[in-house]
């Protein structure tokens, strides 16, 4: 079946543009999460959905960035003026549900954001 | 919170070789541990996973052994392919908080 798909996959900014990188994730699956990774690193937890609801926003790091799944299915991170240290992929995920059995997260491709 | 430490950061093996991957986590709480590969341009791709309950789990030529006591777990590959170069990440998670802590990575290269 169709794994986690996002878009764009790529996407340059210039410093200060806004940006929204789209998830779509597995169909069925109630968790969604959204990770950030760093040249040459592990990715980095930035927020986690149930559904529409959004359980854990701990990871974001700053209030620039912004992330919404309205119907429970499609999310969208957002970043405010943004700014050269935001460039990273940024990895979207979803899961059955969390809990034992259940836990196994599928990544999609990412999105690779430069600013300039 | 979680602290999940991954070595080497590269490995270099010949083909038909093995090649052992180990992590360390922190928070003795945790009790999920997948291991995933990523290559160039991709998203990670799960490759196999232990739940705490078990020490060891393998699938084909791939194993994962886990050490509660200690805090690390490890991956196992046996007779390596120069299709298994890629970079590998462990994680570590807890069931009910579901957010995976990553280790650095690890860029695997089979030499043909």
């Known amino acids: 079946g169709a794994g986690v798909s996002q878009s764009p996959r790529y996407k340059v900014a210039k410093r200060g543009q806004d940006v929204a990188l789209r998830c779509d994730p597995i169909?069925?699956?109630?968790?969604l999460f959204w990770y950030q990774q760093a040249l040459g690193q592990g990715p980095e937890f930035l927020t986690y959905?149930?559904?529409?609801?959004?359980?854990?926003k701990s990871g974001l790091p700053s209030d620039r960035f912004f992330a919404e799944r309205p119907e429970g299915s499609v999310s969208t991170l957002k970043i405010q003026r943004t700014q050269q240290e935001d460039s990273a992929v940024y990895l979207c995920?979803?899961?059955?549900?969390?809990?034992?059995?259940?836990?196994?997260?599928?990544f999609g491709p990412g999105t690779r954001l430069l600013v300039l | 919170g979680e602290n999940v430490e991954q070595h080497p950061s590269t490995l270099s093996v010949q083909e038909g070789d093995s090649a052992v991957i180990k992590c360390t986590y922190s928070?003795?709480?945790?009790?999920?541990f997948p291991w995933y590969k990523q290559e160039l341009g991709k998203g990670p791709q799960l490759i196999i996973d232990?739940?705490?309950?078990?020490g060891e789990k393998k699938d084909q030529r791939i194993a994962v052994t886990l050490n509660k006591t200690a805090k690390h777990f490890s991956l196992h590959i046996t007779e390596t392919q120069p299709e298994d170069s890629a970079v590998y990440f462990c994680?570590?998670?807890?069931?009910?908080?579901?957010?995976?802590?990553f280790g650095s990575g690890t860029k695997l290269n089979v030499k043909p």
């Open positions: 995920a979803s899961s059955l549900s969390g809990g034992a059995r259940k836990e196994t997260q599928y």
């Open positions: 169909s069925g699956h109630v968790s």
């Open positions: 959905f149930q559904n529409e609801a959004q359980l854990d």
């Open positions: 928070d003795s709480a945790s009790n999920y």
């Open positions: 232990i739940r705490s309950n078990v």
């Open positions: 994680a570590a998670s807890r069931y009910n908080f579901n957010k995976f802590y």
